[in-house]
Every structure is written in structure tokens, then in C-alpha cells.
């Protein structure tokens, strides 16, 4: 199967759509959950919009991906996926401000690059 | 980060998060697998998966590992900054890769290539983790 444009663009957008994902979960997180106490506050802290929209962007990510198989290998997919790791630790350190040692920028390349050779068949 | 820097309760939240997300993917892939053989329509693929016990028992425990892990990881959140707790998700692959090669119902193979990224994966996560990196206050994240 041979991958083109439209397929590594199905790609970036399952990385933008599970990134977006992942850094609105946080939000939703520190603004609703973190002061929940019981289960009747966590049951609603999880129905704030940013975990919402954090479920629609994951879902539509993974419709995306099943088309993105259906067109390509899983093994030649899963490597450009796995650099999501990056994109997240990108929206970590510049809109969450979160401070990111060398280490763990470091650490991160190595797991996305252990991750790249897991999919290998 | 040691665990005197993270609630344990958040510690303990990423780890079943990271097992219930990786028993989600065998047990799907699983009963996708126990559905192999049914040819046909999207429909009677469907009825089958329904009516088969194997595996609609199968899936439906995989989605219920899933909507677990998903709670964990969100409860797990609000004591872990993401840059370190999204990274931790790298270890799930591992086990899926463990419980695939050794839950004689997927049966995949062992492979070199797939091993060595094993120990890259464990390389990093122990990277990730290293001392200097604290938990999240609610001073430095969140706040943009």
C-alpha cells in the first residue's frame, strides 16, 4: 500500500485531534476534578466542557485512525502516530507551562522510538 | 519523582489507568480475533459479534477496561503534570506486546526488533521519572 498526501494528512490530524485531546483532559482535570470530593461532584466535574470536548476529539481520532489502517500499513502508520508524544510534551511545556528538564525531553525520544519499534511486525 | 513527591493515590490511579488501558486493547483485539472466520456484511458481522458469547464477552469487557482506564486517568491527572504523566502511556505498549505474544489467544510472535523497543520504552519511562521532575502544584500548570 502506498501512502500519500492525504494519508500522512489523516495522520496529523489524528496527532492534532489526540494532543488537543489529552491537553483539554488536563484542563478539565485541574479546573473540575481536582476539587471534587465524593461522587457525586466527580460525576459532574466530568461532565465540564473540556473533558466533553476532549471525548469528541479523541472519538473523531480514532475514526480517523480506523480510515487511516484501512489505507495503510499499521507498522508505517504507528511511528508517525507514536510522535504525538512530542506534540503533547510541546503543548505541555509552551501552553501548560509546565517546566520540562533535558531528561525528560530526552527520555520522550526514547519512548517514542521504543514505541516506533514495538508496531514493527 | 519519588513517590514522597506524588499523592499515592495518584501514583496508584496512572498505574491502573496504564493496566486497564493495555487489558482494553488484548481483550478487543481478542474477540476481534474469536470473530475471525464470520465473512459478510457489516451487519452480520455485527450479529454475530451479539450473539457469540466468547465474543461479545470478550469486547464488552475490553470497553469496560477501557471506560475504567479513562476515569483513572483523568482522576490520575489532577496530581501529575501531563509532561509526565502522558509518557507513562508508553508502557502500556509494552504490555500489550507481553500479553500479546503470551495470551495464547492472540499468540503473536516474539520478535528481536519488537524486544528492543521494549527496553528503549523502559529506558525512557525511567528517564521521564528522574528525580528533578516534581508533581504538579497548582501553581505551574493550568494556567495560560
Known amino acids: ?121 | 519523582m519519588r513517590a514522597t513527591d506524588t499523592p499515592r493515590r495518584a501514583i496508584m490511579l496512572l498505574a491502573c489507568s496504564v493496566v486497564l488501558s493495555a487489558c482494553a486493547q488484548l481483550l478487543m483485539k481478542a474477540g476481534m480475533l474469536a470473530l475471525h472466520g464470520t465473512g459478510g456484511s457489516l451487519m452480520q458481522l455485527l450479529q454475530a459479534a451479539i450473539q457469540d458469547i466468547a465474543v461479545s464477552g470478550l469486547i464488552g469487557a475490553g470497553l469496560l477496561c477501557y471506560a475504567l482506564s479513562m476515569l483513572a486517568w483523568l482522576l490520575a491527572l489532577t496530581g501529575y503534570r501531563l509532561s509526565i504523566a502522558y509518557p507513562m502511556l508508553g508502557i502500556s505498549y509494552v504490555l500489550v506486546y507481553l500479553g500479546a505474544v503470551f495470551w495464547d489467544r492472540i499468540g503473536e510472535p516474539f520478535t528481536l526488533l519488537r524486544s528492543a523497543g521494549i527496553v528503549l520504552v523502559l529506558i525512557g519511562v525511567v528517564l521521564v521519572n528522574h528525580r528533578d521532575n516534581g508533581m504538579n502544584d497548582s501553581t505551574d500548570s493550568g494556567e495560560s
Not at chain 1, 470536548?53 to 485512525?65: D, K, M, Q
Not at chain 1, 511511528?79 to 505541555?92: R, Y
Open chain 1, 1 to 121: 500500500m502506498e501512502a500519500g498526501l492525504i494519508e500522512y494528512g489523516l495522520i496529523a490530524l489524528v496527532v492534532a485531534l489526540t494532543s488537543s485531546g489529552q491537553v483539554l483532559q488536563k484542563l478539565g482535570a485541574d479546573r473540575g476534578l481536582k476539587n471534587a470530593h465524593g461522587t457525586a461532584a466527580i460525576l459532574r466535574a466530568l461532565f465540564r466542557w473540556e473533558i466533553i470536548l476532549s471525548g469528541v476529539c479523541l472519538a473523531s481520532a480514532v475514526v480517523i485512525w480506523l480510515a487511516v489502517l484501512y489505507r495503510m500499513d499499521v507498522s508505517k502508520a504507528f511511528p508517525f502516530i507514536s510522535s504525538g508524544f512530542i506534540v503533547v510534551l510541546l503543548a505541555a511545556r509552551f501552553y501548560l507551562r509546565e517546566a520540562i528538564s533535558w531528561r525528560r525531553w530526552i527520555g520522550v525520544l526514547f519512548i517514542v522510538a521504543g514505541i516506533s519499534l514495538l508496531s514493527q511486525s
